[in-house]
């Protein structure tokens, strides 16, 4: 069973469509869902801007710490699960050079109409904030979140693919 950071909700399930599955229906009309003519594509989302600018941007800063993010993808996989894989540089305190890290994260999706919320699943043994981290809207191409926990916002991911 998948750990979600403490507080989160234990059930998350993605809501489906039912124009998706009509015959005679062109395309994929809940834009989370993976397109069901090509198995096992995902629906995939790329981060097109951060408060109005694309990226590199900064996108969380604090004493410690200034996070840039190069690029961020979401893919979701259907049934309520999705994937996150961001590259971002980050400039700490006290050291001479940043780093780059590419870094991978599963997440569990809640889609309520045209309202989304992503919960981001806790490694084991890591304090984790509680869940929902991202949440925002959907439209048919588009994710725009306008509350993501420690991240300047809007987040805005495109839709481009699945």
Do not use: K
């Not at 097109?48 to 690029?71: D, L, M």
């Not at 001479?96 to 490694?123: G, I, N, W």
């Not at 991202?134 to 991911?157: C, H, K, M, S, W």
């Amino acid at each position: 069973m998948r750990r979600l950071c403490r507080h989160a909700r234990p059930a998350v399930v993605s809501i489906l469509t039912v124009l998706g599955a009509v015959p005679g229906c062109a395309g994929n009309s809940d834009p989370l869902t993976p397109n069901p003519g090509v198995a096992g594509t995902p629906a995939v989302y790329v981060l097109r801007s951060v408060a109005g600018h694309p990226p590199p941007v900064v996108w969380v800063t604090n004493e410690s710490v200034t996070i840039t993010v190069q690029a961020d993808t979401l893919r979701f996989f259907g049934g309520g699960l999705g994937g996150r894989v961001v590259r971002q540089r980050y400039d700490e305190a006290g050291q001479l050079e940043p780093t780059v890290r590419r870094e991978t994260a599963e997440f569990e999706v809640l889609q309520r109409a045209d309202r989304v919320e992503l919960s981001f699943v806790c490694p084991d043994l890591a304090q984790c904030l509680a869940a929902p981290h991202f949440t925002g809207r959907v439209t048919a191409n588009e994710l725009i979140f306008d509350q993501a926990l420690n991240y300047l916002v809007p987040l805005r991911y495109e839709r481009v693919r699945g």
